[in-house]
Every structure is written in structure tokens, then in C-alpha cells.
């Protein structure tokens, strides 16, 4: 018994009288801020895919197929030389054919995340050009620059009643 917690003593309560700490004891958080004070750090940012995973992926769907081959016609009992003749030709179609740059999001599962994250940028790209947005173009600038008119046309004004 320690610091006068639990029981005096565990007799007739049907308990060890072991004490355990509450997990489900939510503490306080701490009392900052719930947004930044930065800005800039808000900024969104695209993920750039891995292009070692792509291509992985790409290379894997690749031998799935050729494995699929493969394996029919092992079943077929087609002579090993014909199976390989046959899945290195398909592979080099596949490899041939395969472009990595059609990426489309409609066919991708939630845990291609690559995938999807190269699919995004490619339709914001293309939103983009179809927009006409430039590449330089910085998310809030028009009010920067209103800004920034702004307050020279309020020096000027300055100047004249300072001249007057």
C-alpha cells in the first residue's frame, strides 16, 4: 500500500488490490495554437511520385502477365523452348506497348498511392494549360500586386497633401 491508493486492505472486496492507472484517462492537451501563424508553410503541396515504384509497379503487371502465360501453357504441357519463346516475346510487346505516361485515376485503387499522386499532377496539369495558367504563377499574387498598388497610390497621396 502505497500513497494511500486502493484499498486499506484487499480482504472481503474480492480484489488482489492491485492498483492500475487509468487508460482511458484523457489528459489535457496543450493550450497552442490550432493553425499556424506561417502562411507560407499552409501552402499546399503536390506529392511527387516515386519513379522507382512506378516503374516497379509497371514491371510487375508485366511479369503477372507473363506468369499468367507461362503457366497456361505449362498446363497446355507445351514444350519448355516454345514457353520461353513465347513469354520473351510477350514480354518485349509488354515492355514495347506499356507507357507509363497514360495514367488515369478512374482504374486505381485507394493503395496505389504513387500512382494516384502521378495521375493528379498529370490532370493539374492539364487543367493548368487548359486554363492558360502560367507555370510562374503563385497562388495569391493578384492580391499581392493589388496590394502593392495600393499602397503606392496611397504614397502618392501622401506626397500631395505633404506638398500642399
Known amino acids: 500500500m502505497s500513497s494511500n491508493?486502493?484499498?486499506?486492505?484487499?480482504?472481503?472486496?474480492?480484489?488482489?488490490?492491485?492498483?492500475?492507472?487509468?487508460?482511458?484517462?484523457?489528459?489535457?492537451?496543450?493550450?497552442?495554437?490550432?493553425?499556424?501563424?506561417?502562411?507560407?508553410s499552409m501552402k499546399i503541396r503536390q506529392r511527387q511520385p516515386d519513379k522507382e515504384i512506378l516503374e516497379h509497379d509497371?514491371?510487375?503487371?508485366?511479369?503477372?502477365k507473363?506468369?499468367?502465360?507461362?503457366?497456361?501453357?505449362e498446363e497446355e504441357e507445351v514444350d519448355e523452348e516454345e514457353i520461353e519463346e513465347q513469354t520473351s516475346a510477350l514480354r518485349?510487346?509488354?515492355?514495347?506497348?506499356?507507357?507509363?505516361?497514360?495514367a488515369s485515376a478512374k482504374g486505381l485503387k485507394p493503395h496505389q498511392v504513387h500512382?494516384?499522386?502521378?495521375?493528379?499532377?498529370?490532370?493539374?496539369?492539364k487543367l493548368r494549360?487548359?486554363?492558360?495558367i502560367s507555370?510562374?504563377?503563385?497562388?495569391?499574387?493578384?492580391?499581392?500586386?493589388q496590394e502593392e498598388r495600393l499602397r503606392e497610390a496611397n504614397l502618392e497621396r501622401g506626397k500631395e497633401e505633404s506638398a500642399k
Open 5 to 40: 491508493v486502493g484499498l486499506t486492505t484487499p480482504r472481503g472486496s474480492g480484489t488482489s488490490g492491485y492498483v492500475q492507472r487509468n487508460l482511458s484517462h484523457l489528459r489535457p492537451r496543450d493550450a497552442a495554437a490550432p493553425y499556424p501563424k506561417d502562411f507560407d
Open 58 to 64: 509497371r514491371k510487375r503487371e508485366v511479369e503477372v
Open 66 to 73: 507473363v506468369f499468367e502465360l507461362r503457366d497456361r501453357l
Open 92 to 102: 518485349k510487346k509488354l515492355l514495347a506497348e506499356n507507357n507509363p505516361e497514360k
Open 115 to 125: 500512382e494516384l499522386a502521378k495521375a493528379k499532377i498529370d490532370e493539374s496539369e
Open 129 to 132: 494549360k487548359a486554363l492558360g
Open 135 to 145: 507555370e510562374s504563377y503563385e497562388e495569391g499574387s493578384h492580391w499581392r500586386r
